[in-house]
């Protein structure tokens, strides 16, 4: 008798222990996700941006390539491509008393109101308790593939207005929706968070 009562408080014990632990969960994961509500995206900028392999410094136009590439360009376009790579950069600022941190984030990309890519940023990161952090998205697409309808010369000043040369304004836009990850479960921001940013 005295053994089988042994047996069921330590039953009892462990249903205990793990209605605390399953409880304590549940609690991080309601704080995490309210950190992560309190945070702010904002984007940053352009930059390491690459036209066919080539660097496009900030304020350059067509008029700073060399002949072999302005050569090299020309081709691409005749043979309608204009392989492009950058990144977006966001600013995450993180409001809260404790550090926010995110396991992964989706987004999609667009440029003047065409969706460049979308797709799912998998490296965790974490923002320290009331401070900034940055995120780089590599972004790697074909201009005169997503551009079809537009001018060869258009769609040449597009790339070189990723880099900040003078010509009509691009509308950059950004939605993501980031995750945290407490006890190997990720959670889902309710939906995505649409940032836009015209780069004049």
Known sequence: MKRIRRIVAVLFLLMTVTACNEFQQIAN?????????????SVNGINQIKMMGIDLSKGMNKNNL???QLLSVTNSLLNKKLPVSFNVNLDVNNPNGIAASLG???YIISLNNKEVISSTFTDGFSIP?????QVAIPITTDLFQLFSGETADAILN???KLAGAQSSPVNLGVKVK???KVNNTSLAYPDYITINKVLQ
């Open 29 to 41: 994961q309601a704080q995490q996700m309210v950190n992560l509500k309190n945070c702010t995206f």
């Open 129 to 133: 308790a009331n401070s900034k952090g």
């Open 158 to 160: 597009l790339a070189f």
């Open 66 to 68: 060399s002949a072999v």
């Open 104 to 106: 992964k984030m989706d």
């Open 178 to 180: 980031p995750y945290i």
